[in-house]
């Protein structure tokens, strides 16, 4: 039974249909928690779950033929797994808003700035077209883009990397959503671009007590802005841990990401690397799925059995089975 928090994720399990009777897990088991005003980092690498993680929270995992095959999945007490087409449509862009993986290509190329945030105002039905172009200033006064009426009559290629990122978070905030769940909207970016969209998310956060999920690959990045930080390998999230105690991790993958970080080399020092690759969707090992790739493996570790994440501190849950013996 899941308690009252904004956003709650049990042991979410999310299949695609390879064939018609073939099935492959590509989520198993994520697990998470957000309150209202929290900023959630999710990390991973390339290919552990997190987009589809972020799909399944905005109802559009059947463009991708997945489904979700069991778990618990509850936005402010609804029930997103049983929900109706009718739910979505007042959750999906109203009170959860999406900024996809893809936005750096931008937004659509064939319609003004202008016509896209229309469309985005007026999925509220009830919004009056006489106050569209007011509230696409406003939108656009929010995300600090500078002469908005000018960049409302021009369309994306027109506009730089940093700039088509405001105007996807600009849409995607257009009905004050609860929550964001923005996909990587900082990769491509140059660092100071991004570390502006991350001041931006922040001052969202602030003035609207926005909840926001960003995921990314940059855990410096991750760690500055953002409350907690959940940790993805394989399908599964791994660990759960408070930014400001992120060197007291108790997963060896997380510390293996820490100690992998860019900033961490020294001039002339090796960038350290994670050793091996990540096991592929359909070949993940039994029992722990980074057993192959860790330097604290035992025996056990390799035995078939579930690993749920367990509270190991306040506001600290990790997957690891040997987590009291572990330290960077
Ligand atoms: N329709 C599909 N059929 C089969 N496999 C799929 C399908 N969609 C996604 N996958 C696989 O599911 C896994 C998770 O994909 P996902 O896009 O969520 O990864 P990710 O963590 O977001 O990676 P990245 O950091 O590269 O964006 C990947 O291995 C991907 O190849
Ligand atoms: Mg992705």
Redo the contacts with the bound molecule.
Sequence with gaps: MLGNHLLEIKNLKID?R?TKTRR?S?VDTASLIIEPGEIIGLI?E????????CRSLVGTLGR???YIASGELKFDGIDLITAKQSVWNDIRGKRIGYVP?SALAGPNPVMTIGAQLAEAILQDENFPKSDVEKRSLELLNIVQIRRPETVLKQYQHELSGGMKQRVMIACAIAQQPQLIVAD?PTTGLDVTVQAEIMELLKQIRKDFNTSIILVS?DLPLINEICDDIVI?HAGTTVEKIPSKSIKASKHPYTLALYNSRIDLVLPKGQLKTINGQPP??GSWPEGCRFSERCDFVKDKCRTKQDLPLIEIGSNHQTSCLRYDEIAR
């Design positions: 695609v390879v492959l590509i991973g390339s290919g552990s779950g997190k987009t589809m993680l991708r033929g997945a993986q990587e690959h993805m592929s969707v």
